[in-house]
T-cell receptor
Framework: NAGVTQTPKFRILKIGQSMTLQCTQD?????MYWYRQDPGMGLKLIYY???????DKGEVPNGYNVSRSTTEDFPLRLELAAPSQTSVYFC?????????????FGNGTRLTVT | KNEVEQSPQNLTAQEGEFITINCSYS?????LHWLQQHPGGGIVSLFM???GKKKHGRLIATINIQEKHSSLHITASHPRDSAVYIC??????????????FGTGTRLKVLA
């Protein structure tokens, strides 16, 4: 059981470049999330999805886009990368019921924009 | 003021010590999670609790719903416990939906 698989682990982008962070889960979770973690800060929600075909903005969505064409996959697209997007990105998934089922995280992507 | 506050931010302990990490929240929740983030960066879920106490090995998590407070205890701490511990509230929003709200984490270092 792979859980949440996130790629790549590291990436360096030049300002203005674009890239897609991949995330896939094999637990049939409805809810999927993208978070960013800046040094000394808590996890900030970028986008989330409650099921295939449904996405919604989180706290810090500017500069990012997502899609959810299948239950398993939830890619995060960075358009026109900026230094402010230098961060560690985590994909996560859960059943999302009202009782708060456990969160499962990918291993993270360390992104540097220079 | 953050809706989920953790204390202390940093903690250094000697091997064998009893450790307590605190989490206070100001929102309505249906569950509270404790997460562990190792120096390599991976995040794993330790506990999810909505009342009382849970125990797993040397780790104990408690929650007091009335006081909006949770604690994570580590008994007989070991250097391998060195990590960042994060509490996350599964919070009910005014819209009727739920979201995770994270504390900023407690960085624990256990010295041999």
């Amino acid at each position: 059981n792979a859980g949440v698989t996130q790629t790549p682990k590291f990436r360096i982008l030049k300002i203005g470049q674009s890239m897609t962070l991949q995330c896939t889960q094999d637990m049939n979770h409805n809810y999927m999330y993208w978070y960013r973690q800046d040094p000394g800060m808590g996890l900030k929600l970028i986008y989330y999805s409650v099921g295939a075909g449904i996405t919604d903005k989180g706290e810090v969505p500017n500069g990012y886009n997502v899609s959810r064409s299948t239950t398993e996959d939830f890619p995060l697209r960075l358009e026109l990368a900026a230094p402010s997007q230098t961060s560690v990105y985590f994909c996560a998934s859960s059943y999302g019921d009202s009782w708060g089922s456990p969160l499962h995280f990918g291993n993270g992507t360390r992104l540097t924009v220079t | 003021k953050n809706e989920v506050e953790q204390s202390p931010q940093n903690l250094t302990a000697q091997e064998g010590e009893f450790i307590t990490i605190n989490c206070s929240y100001s929102v309505g929740i249906s569950a509270l999670h404790w997460l562990q983030q190792h120096p390599g960066g991976g995040i794993v879920s330790l506990f999810m609790l909505s009342s009382g106490k849970k125990k797993h090995g040397r780790l104990i998590a408690t929650i007091n719903i009335q006081e909006k407070h949770s604690s994570l205890h580590i008994t007989a701490s070991h250097p391998r416990d060195s990590a960042v511990y994060i509490c996350a509230a599964w919070a009910l929003l005014t819209s009727g939906t739920y979201k995770y709200i994270f504390g900023t984490g407690t960085r624990l270092k256990v010295l041999a």
